[in-house]
Every structure is written in C-alpha cells, then in structure tokens.
Nanobody, 127 residues
C-alpha cells in the first residue's frame, strides 16, 4: 500500500526552525519526485519545493529560497524539508506529494502534476 506520512510540524517563534519529514512506504523514491506544498486558511495550496530523486535536482518557490532546504535520505526512503528563518506567513498545513519521473530532469511545484498526497502536518509560526 502506497503511503506518504509527514511529520515534524509544530509551533515555533518567528526566526526559528523546523524540520519536516516525508516518509514513503510501499514504493521506492527512486524515479519519483517528492514535492512539498502548503495551504494556509482561506488560501489555495501552493508549491514550496521539490526534489527529483533520480538526479537530486531541487526547485524552490521564490518565497522560501534561501530559507528552506529540501533533501532526501535514501536509506530511510524519506525526504526532508529544513525550514529556517520562519515567518508568520509560513503558517500553514504542509503536505508532501509525489509523481513518477523515470528519467533525470527538473521537478515542478505545479500542483496538477502530483497524483499522490500525504495527510499534512501543521506548522504555526507565532510569537
């Protein structure tokens, strides 16, 4: 059974850091893209970052460049989103999702490309 499970969310003060994990089970991350998305109350879900597992190529939304870093742990079949210098506007439910990319290439954070999603983890940035 294919499954993506997010963890690591929580409450943090502005300027703080959080480390989100997306653990995949039931399939190998080889030749799959993992993307992170977020959805704040009343707003559309937006792409944050992605990594193409075969080539390790990463992509970031402008709003998080220089603050967030995506990486993968092949041994654990897990993708990590390290979030630093967090701002109140980063508050949202964060989701990971995946699509198949069998050849090396750049991943996209376009939501419509993704066809399997996790359940999300809440991130709240507040003093």
């Amino acid at each position: 059974q294919l499954q993506l499970v997010e963890s690591g969310g929580g409450l943090v003060q502005p300027g703080g850091s959080l480390r989100l994990s997306c653990a995949a089970s039931g399939f190998s991350l080889d030749y799959y893209v993992i993307g992170w998305f977020r959805q704040a109350p009343g707003k559309a879900r937006e792409g944050v970052s992605c990594i193409s597992s075969s080539a390790g190529i990463t992509n970031y939304a402008d709003s998080v460049k220089g603050r967030f870093t995506i990486s993968k742990d092949n041994a654990k079949n897990t993708v990590i989103l390290q979030m630093n210098s967090l701002k109140p506007e980063d508050t949202a439910v964060y989701y990971c999702a995946t699509y198949w990319l069998p050849s090396p290439g750049v991943c996209t954070v376009a939501r419509g490309r993704y066809n399997f999603w996790g359940q999300g983890t809440q991130v709240t940035v507040s003093a």
